[in-house]
T-cell receptor
Framework: NAGVTQTPKFRVLKTGQSMTLLCAQD?????MYWYRQDPGMGLRLIHY???????AKGEVPDGYNVSRLKKQNFLLGLESAAPSQTSVYFC?????????????FGPGTRLTVT | GQQVMQIPQYQHVQEGEDFTTYCNSS?????IQWYKQRPGGHPVFLIQ?????EVKKQKRLTFQFGEAKKNSSLHITATQTTDVGTYFC?????????????FGKGTLLTVNP
């Protein structure tokens, strides 16, 4: 049981390049999330999904797109990377527990845009 | 929108000293969650509080949920070097979106051995 996995772990992009970050979970969770973490800013929600085939915007969605074609996978795309997108990206998943939605996080992807 | 604020932003203690971080929400929460992130790691769920005035303990960690369900605290007794990391509180959304969490900016705890 791997939990939540993310690929790649590190990536360096030049401004204007595109890339896709992959998140996979093997816990059969309905809900999946993409966050970015910047120093002093905490975790900010980019996009999320409440089930296969659905996506929705979070707090900071501009410059990103997502897809959830399969329940276990949640992809985050950057079409034209900008230096402001240099960050650590975390994927998380959750299901409805007895009292709430505990989130399980992946190990993160450290992205640098030059 | 909902805001979750944490203080202090940083706390440095000597090993064996106590530590407390406080979390305040702009709205009443149905529950509050706490996460820990070790340096270079990812956030890991610690606990969830649901009831007004609830207190839960995990070894040296004591979590409290305020009576008005708008604030919470995490207290660590006799800190150890293994407690180093950033502690986040998080509150769920309202109006049927309680699967989304709003995270505080976290309190970074460093411990001098």
């Amino acid at each position: 049981n791997a939990g939540v996995t993310q690929t790649p772990k590190f990536r360096v992009l030049k401004t204007g390049q595109s890339m896709t970050l992959l998140c996979a979970q093997d816990m059969n969770h309905e809900y999946m999330y993409w966050y970015r973490q910047d120093p002093g800013m905490g975790l900010r929600l980019i996009h999320y999904s409440v089930g296969e085939g659905t996506t929705a915007k979070g707090e900071v969605p501009d410059g990103y797109n997502v897809s959830r074609l399969k329940k276990q996978n949640f992809l985050l795309g950057l079409e034209s990377a900008a230096p402001s997108q240099t960050s650590v990206y975390f994927c998380a998943s959750s299901s409805r527990g007895f009292e709430g939605y505990e989130q399980y996080f992946g190990p993160g992807t450290r992205l640098t845009v030059t | 929108g909902q805001q979750v604020m944490q203080i202090p932003q940083y706390q440095h203690v000597q090993e064996g000293e106590d530590f407390t971080t406080y979390c305040n929400s702009s709205t009443t929460l149905s529950n509050i969650q706490w996460y820990k992130q070790r340096p270079g790691g990812h956030p890991v769920f610690l606990i969830q509080l649901v009831k007004s005035g609830e207190v839960k303990k995990q070894k040296r960690l004591t979590f409290q949920f305020g009576e008005a369900k708008k604030n919470s605290s995490l207290h660590i007794t006799a800190t150890q070097t293994t407690d180093v990391g950033t502690y986040f509180c998080a509150g769920p959304g309202s109006g049927g979106s309680n699967y989304k969490l709003t995270f505080g900016k976290g309190t970074l705890l460093t411990v001098n051995p």
